[in-house]
């Protein structure tokens, strides 16, 4: 637990909890009879722009997932094999320790965890005249639907945007928060 209080312009109590790693530094000072310097920050979590940071990639990630859909939307091909298949990003909540690694180390936010191929069946037409088609004279499109990746690109353009108003508003309360401590 942290406890403080302002007793009058030039004062500040503060209590640490025993057992919080803030007390350390405290009882060093304490024991050579000098006072300790703080720093203080009020109205955000550290791990803000953190959490924001892995929605950013994330969503990052589904932008150029979307696009790179677009750009094979129109390839055909001889074989349903070799058709392209969409891809989608599935995310994951880092709600767990053991789903954190050293790129993501924040509890609470968000990473891509796999890129998965579209279910969607290939659709094949008929089309002699195509270098592509197979001896039947079909060849088979991609299962992009133009669509559904214009809709999947605004929403991850979004999200991406909401996250960057995220970062935004938290150091502009940063920035407040020594503003008024210069005063």
């Given at each position: 637990t942290y406890r403080m209080m302002i007793h009058d312009n030039n004062t500040l109590g503060l209590y640490v909890s025993p057992g919080h790693h803030g007390r350390?530094?405290?009882?060093?000072?304490?024991?050579?009879g000098e006072a300790c310097p703080v720093a203080v920050t009020f109205g955000q979590h550290p791990l803000v722009l953190?959490?924001?940071g892995t929605a950013l990639n994330s969503q990052l990630v589904h932008m150029n997932t979307t696009a790179f859909n677009l750009a094979n939307a129109g390839t055909v091909a001889?074989?349903?094999g070799e058709a392209f298949r969409a891809k989608r990003p599935v995310f994951k909540a880092l709600l767990k320790d053991e789903f954190t690694n050293a790129g993501f180390p924040y509890l609470g936010?968000?990473?891509v965890d796999q890129v998965v191929?579209?279910?969607t069946p290939i659709r094949s037409i008929f089309d002699p005249g195509?270098?592509?088609?197979?001896?039947k004279g079909y060849v088979y499109l991609?299962?992009?639907?133009?669509?559904?990746e214009m809709v999947e690109m605004m929403a991850a353009s979004r999200s991406y945007q909401n996250n960057v108003?995220?970062?935004?508003t938290a150091r502009q309360l940063m920035m407040r928060t020594l503003d008024i401590t210069k005063s």
């Open positions: 350390l530094p405290y009882e060093k000072y304490h024991a050579r953190g959490i924001a001889k074989t349903e936010g968000v990473k191929d579209d279910p195509n270098p592509s088609a197979d001896e991609s299962n992009v639907n133009e669509m559904q108003e995220v970062v935004n």
